[in-house]
């Protein structure tokens, strides 16, 4: 039953951000299945609330039946109720739950008064699915940043874009279409601004169904980005960072909707460099409940957030093409030894349509959790 329970965490996939995507089931002692839920929109009901809930609309009592769920029922009162409550006044007699929840305000409080409440519990079942499933959630309980993924689109010899800019379309339209569910999942989308004056992208969810449009991110040290840009089409949260806020044009930008933060970099000697402290800012978006960041930005930015070890998994879409030179997927410094390069590792490899979808992770981007 919890990979049922898992199969309706994954309808909340681009549901229920910033909470995480759970999934719950409920059965009789003879193991009938009696309800199910997913977790709803944020200030909506969780995903045991969903399940109580089917299963009163069924005519089913749930007195005495096992609650599977992919993550530990909350016991704090946050937009909603603590679900462990609910399931103790339901008469629950047991719970089988993938993890605890790494949210501070639960860590075990929830599982600690469903036994007080004399409820059996077992963890562990579709552990390792439901923390995948929840992956930005955990980073940024337990790291304080978001799930940084970084998304390319390139010819098969690593061009993203001709020299005259000219990058519409290398890959195929299935490959667009995938990349737009992976925005669709994200909190946000982070992207440069000189990504904003050269192709004046609305990095919305346009091409599969979202109730939902992510929160647009751009890193814009000398505030560049025009009011008129795109990107302010889509009704949904434009944050922008930058190294100044009080100019005619940060009021523009303001009048526009959009939350600037000012957040410059400084070097080692301490002195100012004019460009945005991308650290502090992956920071500031956990604090603003962001739990995965999806790049879609230019090989400048895309360099300065691999160099700083910023980039927890690549989404690599590649063309059969050879385009030859142009813009690479990711300007850094060269190096001078093979040894110097970053280690990662391949999750998968997909065909999508007629390109192939590479998804990889450093090897030290499982550790945290």
Known sequence: ???????????????????????????????????????????????????LRDAQQQGHSVQGATAYVTLEPCSHHGRT????????????????????????????????????????VEIGAGAAESRELNIGFFSRMLRKTPWVRLKVAASLDGTTALHNGNSQ??????????GHAWRARACAILTGS?????????????LVHSERQPHVVVVDGQLQTPPTAALFAAERKVFIYTTQTNSPQAAALQAR????????????????????????????????????LHVE???????????????????????????????????????????????????????????????????DRDIFY
């Open 257 to 292: 909707g959009a939350t600037l933060i000012a957040m410059p970099h400084t070097d080692a000697n301490g002195h100012v460099t004019g460009k945005v402290d991308l650290k502090a800012m992956l920071h500031d978006l956990a604090q603003r409940e962001v739990n995965e």
């Open 1 to 51: 039953m919890i990979t049922t329970a898992l199969l309706a965490a994954g309808e909340a996939l681009t549901l229920s951000n910033p909470n995480p995507r759970v999934g719950c089931v409920l059965t009789a002692p003879d193991g009938t299945l009696l309800g199910q839920g997913h977790t709803q929109r944020t200030g909506g009901p969780h995903a045991e609330v969903m399940a």
């Open 81 to 120: 109720g603590p679900c462990c409550d609910a399931l103790i006044k339901a008469g629950i007699r047991k719970v089988v739950a993938s993890l605890p929840d790494p949210n501070p305000l639960v860590a075990g409080q929830g599982f600690g008064r469903l036994r007080a409440a004399g409820i059996s």
């Open 297 to 363: 930005a230019g090989h400048t930015l895309n360099g300065a957030l691999l160099q700083a070890g910023l980039v927890d998994e690549q989404l690599v879409y590649l063309a059969p093409l050879l385009l030859g030179t142009g813009a690479g997927m990711a300007r850094m410094a060269p190096l001078t030894e093979l040894v110097q390069g970053t280690t990662l590792q391949f999750k998968s490899c997909t065909m999508v349509g007629q390109d192939l979808r590479i998804i990889a992770r450093g090897k």
């Open 169 to 178: 379309w290398i890959t195929g339209e299935a490959a667009r279409t995938d």
């Open 194 to 206: 000189g990504t904003v004056l050269k192709d004046n992208p609305r990095l919305d969810v346009r």
